[in-house]
């Protein structure tokens, strides 16, 4: 397994971004590059990530295919075609987007239709039009797991990949943006041990969240800083190793100057628990 995160001040150059990532003490990162670019810049990049030993985590895809206006529904389709394209020229582990929103105002928001077996369906032809659109080789399309929108469990995620039913339709797993109910969160233990069971084989990534069930009715979960919510990082970390070497779990959803005590604590973790990050 490999750590990762957001990197900063890179100067726009492969050089640059490898030495950010040097510094942040990561092994895999994403790389500063949008679906538009050039096979130039895409070969400096792979060939730069590739001579430091650094693996690209992800590309993302961030856009709502499921937006009820037709015209904002194509046009993230669009990106997201693009985007599982530049995952592919650089070799990347996945394209991670979420399955979208019939939400009109917010693209990852929560909706009554979020839920239906029409959105369902919408959800696996839309995946099949991307996929298909690029016939990706070396990299897979993801969908990250949100708490209102399918896939909210590792059953709907594996009802998705069979009616998808595409070999570069695989998974990336966020447990935290599943825990959406109590009972989950005091349980996440056993919750990622059912993750990890039906999905590992498939899994190309991981994000690094924490979250914490606060005492305010009715019920409200909140993120927050990895090791220091509710989380059971032993047993997420634990069922991470054994996947595949170079799987990658990305810390996300921080402030800039919160990144480096979110890693101290995953690897203090980690090295409790007798592992260690490539």
Not at 121 to 138: E, F, G, H, N, S
Not at 252 to 274: F, K, W
Request: glycine share 6%; aromatic share 6%; net charge negative.
């Amino acid at each position: 397994m490999r750590l990762a995160g957001p990197v900063f001040d890179t100067g726009d150059t492969p050089e640059g971004w490898v030495a950010a990532v040097r510094r942040a003490g990561y092994t895999a990162s994403n790389v500063p590059l949008a679906p538009e670019a050039d096979d130039a810049a895409v070969a400096a990049y792979v060939a730069a990530a590739r001579e430091a030993g650094i693996i690209i985590a992800e590309v993302g895809a961030w856009s709502n295919p499921l937006d009820p206006d037709p015209a904002k529904a194509a046009a993230a389709v669009e990106k997201c075609t693009r985007s599982l394209d530049l995952a592919e020229r650089l070799g990347a582990r996945c394209c991670v987007n979420i399955a979208g929103s019939r939400n009109p105002g917010r693209w990852d928001g929560p909706h009554p239709d979020n839920l239906t077996k029409d959105t369902f369906d919408l959800i696996v032809q839309t995946v099949r039009r991307i996929i298909d659109a690029v016939k990706p080789r070396r990299t897979f399309y993801t969908l990250e797991p949100m708490p209102w929108i399918f896939p909210s469990s590792a059953d709907e995620y594996l009802d998705l990949l069979g009616a998808i039913d595409r070999p570069a339709a695989a998974v990336h797993l966020d447990p935290v943006n599943m825990v959406n109910c109590p009972s989950r969160a005091y349980r996440t233990g056993d919750f990622l041990r059912e993750c990890f069971a039906k999905l590992g084989p498939r899994i190309r990534g991981c994000h690094a969240k924490d979250i914490v069930l606060r005492e305010t009715l009715t019920v409200h979960l909140e993120e927050c800083l990895p090791g220091t919510g509710v989380l059971d990082w032993p047993v997420f970390l634990r069922e991470l190793a054994k996947l595949e070497r170079d799987t990658p779990l990305l810390i996300e959803h921080l402030p800039r100057e919160s990144y480096p005590a979110a890693a101290a604590n995953i690897r203090d973790i980690a090295r409790r628990c007798g592992l260690a990050f490539a």
